[in-house]
């Protein structure tokens, strides 16, 4: 079955440093997201990309955030500067369509750990 | 802003219980998915419903969308130990047109044997 890959699977950095977290998303879909979760807070959204452009995006997804599709296959969320409270599980998805009940497959994440 | 109202956060029962989870807003969302999330892992979509008043099975689990959008609940009957594990619930979005997902804190179920 298709699956939504992410690596790392964990990523520890230090404080300002910049980090790459990939994605591969299931391959006949043409819309993707990112989604992060810090410990015991909902899941949150964080953009939406389609047609190598993005969609929409969150409050939190400032200057310091940026995604890129790079080739035909990765997705990739970048932070410049990483604070403490970046720290979070960040879940990539994945979906066919925008219409109503759309599908999105989510990744197993990737945990980042900002020290 | 869209939120969603997940309760109750913890549930622990024992097997063979009956459980509701619900989830509940003020907005009305195009549709309202249910996940399984084990931990590590990321959610794992359950069921979607759409339409106002929809009901779902699958297996022992029963998903109903209330009839004016806004709120939906999850029922478990008689459960099983590996009913076990954290459910939550999402809306699509209305705003934008890429249907982002507005996520519930989610229900933390334990079933012991």
């Known amino acids: 079955e298709p699956e939504v890959t992410q690596t790392p699977s964990h990523q520890v950095t230090q404080m300002g440093q910049e980090v790459i977290l990939r994605c591969v998303p299931i391959?006949?879909?043409?819309?993707f997201y990112w989604y992060r979760q810090i410990l015991g807070q909902k899941v949150e959204f964080l953009v939406s990309f389609y047609n190598n452009e993005i969609s929409e995006k969150s409050e939190i997804f400032d200057d310091q955030f940026s995604v890129e599709r790079p080739d035909g296959s990765n997705f990739t969320l970048k932070i410049r500067s990483t604070k403490l409270e970046d720290s979070a599980m960040y879940f990539c998805?994945?979906?066919?369509?925008?219409?109503?009940?759309?599908?999105?497959?989510f990744g197993a994440g990737t945990r980042l750990s900002v020290l | 802003t869209q939120l969603l109202e997940q309760s109750p956060q913890f549930l622990s029962i024992q097997e063979g219980e009956n459980l509701t989870v619900y989830c509940n807003s003020s907005?009305?969302?195009?549709?309202l998915q249910w996940y399984r999330q084990e931990p590590g892992e990321g959610p794992v979509l359950l069921v979607t419903v759409v339409t106002g008043g929809e009901v779902k099975k699958l297996k022992r689990l029963t998903f109903q969308f209330g009839d004016a959008r806004k709120d939906s609940s999850l029922h478990i009957t008689a459960a099983q130990p590996g009913d076990t594990g954290l459910y939550l619930c999402a809306g699509e979005g209305r705003a934008g047109n890429n249907r982002k997902l507005i996520w519930g804190l989610g229900t933390s179920l334990a079933v012991n044997p």
């Open positions: 998805a994945s979906s066919e369509s925008r219409g109503s009940g759309n599908i999105q497959y």
């Open positions: 391959s006949n879909h043409l819309y």
């Open positions: 907005s009305v969302f195009s549709s």
